[in-house]
């Protein structure tokens, strides 16, 4: 199983934790709430995790994470089950709309569990 | 005026009479042909049992052609043929006949042969009386042979001489992945085995083999092989080869100068050519030749490339070398090797089985210097760039050069146009995906494919799921894809597998491809909650029923509006509550009425002959029969069907996918009909039907639509798009013109006896209830962004923020 290493700076970054990681279907997201924060979470084919915000830019709805997971030129994706719109789960950036882009948070697993970061 | 007389009306001489006339010959053209029909496209003659393919070539105007006329003789002397039918040029283009080997029983009923379209239709007459069915020779054509027994439904067995299949385009190893390929199909292979004999009374019964027994089969079909025929040319004293073929000189020229001989009947240079590039080449020479000019033919290459149920197999150039490189992947089903010079520098030829690629574009480097080091010409062929003067449709001589100013010319934005205009991929059609390229590196978005993943259409992968008994999406995408897919083939795959085997949408790895609204059973609005709508089928609810609704509304606070389907809809659900919502109502006897699915919505009906003064059948009892029998049925697009009871049409069935409207003497079948941004009345398929035949023929007509659509193609513009339209399709559903309605039958029978209510299920099961939370790690949680106003006493949605970009 791949997982996501983070540059930790030092004692800086605060973990939450969020589910344990067989809970993530792969190739499908779940959502978690971190001090009011809506964070999509996502588990790839490949066991690569990726976290981004919840919330489509675009319809203001918070569904990021129900959309379907994919690629696109190799990059993982995921689309808004809303309009459409396709983000990297890498960048955040919207594929179809540059301009537009999501928060991204950093995400890792420990003994089994699922955590993200969002400060 | 020089008078041309062709006898024989295959390819060749419809190559030659067609080029005549475009090079504008000044005398006349007369073709003499034995077969009952004018002549037709023989390379893809299959399809005219697998999809019933109109084969015919278009009329040449100008030119007169004789059918269902055989010559038996040629009197050079007189320059006549039958005793009476005079001539200044005749040439012969009279093909070649199967060979049947001299074994006992080879004359029983049963026994065929795989040229014309009389021996399919005799095949086909043929099958419907057999389980099973034997291909004698395993080359090229015995493949193609076997494939179409199989797609007649027989179980079928090819017996071939050699030690591997298709000898003469593929060496052991390609020969032991192809055997792999097409013994997953579930044909049965028997290599290095001969024939003893035909068994049977009248009827064939089997084909003893010397070490193998009987194999016992209704059907026997013959193709060991090909023999030029030169009978004409022997008896008029013209000059033939040893083993057959009419001699010909560089200009197609026989013994006789005023008779020439073209296409798979002629021997140039000791050589017999039995594919159609080589047959139009010397068309076109011998046309040049007629009208004064100097063409030659030169000899031919005997490159194949061809494609049986998504395995490719493709040979080039030399089949031996000093050096080869291979790569196999037996997993795959992936073979392919390249010859090349002792210092590794030219390239001298290729086989692949499985995947063509190398074909297609390293063709044209045969003989030439590598553009790339062997094993990286092996793993991405498509990464090499073609010279200009590369050739890439050999059948009809076309350099890339000339596709690239022909797009240019004529701003051609897809194949058909280069078709149209440079004639290239009309012919064999192996080069297609050359032109797609080309098209691509011209800057032309060609976009045949459903998105980046896959290069299919929805029916190919329909039809590859199918034939190769595929389950996942995994193995689709591995075998047929690239990278991980997206949220156009996802949901594709998924209905696909749905509809071919009919399992819970959210069981495994399905779950994953499911759009929003299929992954939570429920219709995604605006805010982010989900509407619900239980099945009211045919628009028919107790009192009781009505009140839980009602009643279930009120308690979860939800929105509720009568659909135009005669149901009832429930907005405003957070996802958490969707499984306590559905509870209650399967407990008080809903199931779901897969408003989030591509699949049959409704069948909406009028009151009938039960309470209407003027209604003449029951359309309520019709509409319920038949929405129980549709319902949960997945589709390249949402289903509605309407049933009224006369002819005054209150159920507006002729807006509907299918629409019924009764007569005094059944029903009327309509089909293609649509509302919505593209309005379209439904067309008349069938007319005064009693019900077992209206629900068949309704049972056809989807599951045909089903597997032939494309992505989101409702059933209006997929007729539209059918090619002989209405009438084709009623040849197809009705009188069974492909053989295939029993398949489609059994399609259908096997998606009613497997139904089962998704909500119920998935109730029942508390790993598919887990997905139903806002927050995985606050379960109990609502999501605190969604809040609701009052609009006429009902919820509306507040308006959401949007982010400022
Ligand atoms: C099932 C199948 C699949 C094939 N697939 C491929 C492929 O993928 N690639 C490829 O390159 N090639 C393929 N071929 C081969 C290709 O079809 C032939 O090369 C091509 O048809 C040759 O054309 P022709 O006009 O020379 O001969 P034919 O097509 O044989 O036509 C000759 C015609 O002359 C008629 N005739 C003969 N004698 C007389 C007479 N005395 N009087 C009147 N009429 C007469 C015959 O009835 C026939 O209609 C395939 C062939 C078959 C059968
Ligand atoms: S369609 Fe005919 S039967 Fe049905 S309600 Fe209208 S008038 Fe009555």
Redesign the pocket.
């Known amino acids: 199983m791949t997982q996501t290493t983070v540059l930790e700076t030092a004692g800086e970054r605060v973990w939450e934790p969020v589910c344990p990681l067989p809970d993530l279907l792969p190739e499908r997201g779940a959502c978690a709430l971190i001090g009011g924060e809506q964070v999509a979470v996502f588990r790839a084919h490949d066991g690569s995790l990726y976290a981004i915000g919840n919330q489509d830019p675009f319809s203001g709805a918070y569904i990021l994470s129900r959309g379907i997971v994919g690629t696109r030129n190799g990059e993982p994706t995921v689309a808004s089950p809303m309009h459409k719109q396709v983000f990297s789960l890498i960048s955040g950036v919207c594929l179809d709309d540059p301009g537009t882009v999501i928060p991204t948070f950093p995400i890792r697993v420990t003994m089994g569990m699922v955590e993200v970061s969002v400060k | 005026m020089t008078r041309v007389l062709i ?9 030659l009479a067609e080029t005549l006339t475009s090079k504008g010959f000044a005398g006349s053209v007369t073709i ?4 009952p029909r004018g ?1 037709y ?6 399809t005219h049992l697998t999809e019933g393919r109109d084969l015919a070539y278009p009329d040449i105007p100008g030119v007169t052609v004789f059918v269902d ?4 003789s040629i009197e050079p002397a007189a320059k006549t043929v039958n005793g009476s039918i005079p001539y200044d040029v005749l040439v012969l ?6 060979f049947v080997p001299p074994v006992p029983g080879r004359d029983l009923d049963g026994c065929h042969v ?3 379209i009389d021996d399919l239709d005799a095949i086909r007459t043929s099958a419907k009386t057999a389980t099973a069915g034997v291909v004698v020779g395993g080359g ?2 015995g493949l ?2 076997a494939d179409a027994l199989r797609g007649l439904g027989l179980e079928t067995h090819i017996v071939e001489m050699s030690p591997w299949l298709m000898p003469r385009q593929v060496d052991e190893g390609g020969g032991a992945v192809l055997k792999k390929h097409v013994e997953s199909l579930g044909l049965t292979v028997h290599t290095s085995s001969g024939v003893l004999g035909i068994e049977g009374g009248e009827r064939v019964t089997g084909l003893r083999t010397p070490d193998k027994g009987l194999i016992e089969a209704q059907v026997v079909v013959f193709s060991a092989g090909i023999r030029p ?1 030169d ?2 040319a022997r008896g008029a004293g013209l000059q033939v080869g040893e083993r057959g073929g009419i001699v010909v000189d560089d200009g197609m020229r026989t013994s006789d100068p005023s008779i020439l001989a ?5 021997l140039h240079d000791g050589q017999i ?7 139009m080449t ?2 076109e020479v011998a046309a040049d030749r007629i009208m004064g000019g100097q063409a030659a033919f030169t000899g031919a290459d005997l490159s ?3 494609k049986l149920l998504g395995v490719e197999v493709a040979q080039f150039g030399a089949m031996a070398g000093a050096l080869d490189v291979t790569y196999l992947d037996p997993v795959a089903g992936v073979y392919k090797k390249l010859f090349v010079s002792d210092d590794a520098s030219t390239l001298l030829g290729g086989i692949c089985v499985g995947d063509a690629a190398p074909y297609t574009t390293l063709r044209s480097f045969v003989g030439a210097e590598l553009p790339a080091a062997p094993s990286d010409l092996l793993f991405s062929p498509t990464a090499v760039e073609l010279p200009g003067d590369a050739p890439v449709c050999s ?1 009809n001589n076309v350099t890339k050069n000339d596709v690239t100013a022909a797009i240019k010319e004529h701003d051609l934005t897809d194949v058909p146009g280069i078709k149209a205009c440079t004639r290239a991929g009309t ?2 059609g ?1 080069c297609v995906p050359l032109l797609k390229k080309i098209l691509t590196e011209s800057g032309v978005d060609t976009g045949s494919g459903l998105c980046e993943h896959f290069a299919h259409s929805r029916a190919e992968l329909f039809t590859i799921v199918q034939v190769r008994g595929i389950t996942t999406f995994t193995q689709l995408i591995d075998e047929h894809g690239t990278g991980r897919g997206c949220d156009i083939c996802k949901p594709v795959v998924a209905s696909i597998l749905a509809s071919l085997h009919n399992g819970h949408v959210l069981e495994g790895e399905q779950a994953a491809l499911q759009d929003t609204n299929d992954h939570f059973l429920a219709n995604l609005q605006k805010n982010g909650t989900y509407s619900i709508v239980p099945r009211i089928p045919g628009g028919e609810i107790t009192p009781e029923k009505l009140i839980v609704i009602g009643e279930v509304a009120r308690d979860f606070g939800l929105y509720t509006k009568i659909t135009g389907g005669q149901r009832i809809d429930l907005f405003g659900a957070r996802v958490e509550e969707l499984p306590r919502i559905w509870r209650r109502l399967v407990d008080a006897g809903f199931e779901s009425g897969h408003a989030y699915g591509k699949a049959l919505r409704t069948v909406k009906s009028c009151v009938g002959s039960t309470w209407c003064r003027y209604g003449v059948q029951d359309s309520v009892t019709l509409a319920i029969d038949l929405e129980l029998r549709y319902r949960g049925l997945r589709s390249p697009h949402k289903l509605k069907s309407a049933v009224s009871g006369c002819a005054r049409e209150c159920a507006e069935a002729r807006s509907k996918d299918f629409g019924i409207i009764a007569t005094e003497k059944g029903w009327n079948l309509y089909v293609g009909g649509n509302g919505g941004f593209t309005p379209r009345h439904a067309d008349l398929l069938v007319q005064d039907v009693d019900t077992a035949t209206l629900m068949r023929t309704i049972d056809r007509f989807l599951m045909f639509y089903i597997r032939t659509a494309d992505r989101l193609q409702r059933t209006s513009a997929w007729l539209e798009n059918l090619e002989g339209g209405l009438d084709r399709l009623r040849q197809i559903v009705v009188d069974d013109a492909l053989g295939i309605c029993a398949d489609l039958d059994a399609q259908m029978a096997a998606h009613v006896a497997t139904y089962a209510d998704e909500w119920r299920a998935t109730l029942d099961d508390p790993v598919k209830l887990r997905r139903f939370v806002s927050f995985v790690n606050a379960p109990g949680t609502p999501d605190p962004t969604i809040s609701f106003t009052t609009e006429r006493d009902q919820i509306k949605p507040e308006i959401l923020q949007v982010m400022s970009r």
């Not at chain 2, 006898?7 to 190559?15: C, E, M, Q, T």
């Open positions: 006898v024989g009306n295959g390819p060749s001489a419809h190559r003499l042909g034995e077969e002549a496209d023989r390379v893809a003659l299959t006329t055989k010559v038996v283009a009279t093909g070649s006949a199967p795989y040229r014309t090229l054509l193609e042979a025929r009978e004409l073209i296409g798979e009947c002629a050519y039995g594919l159609v590039a080589p047959c010397m068309a194949t490339k061809l059948c012919t064999c192996s």
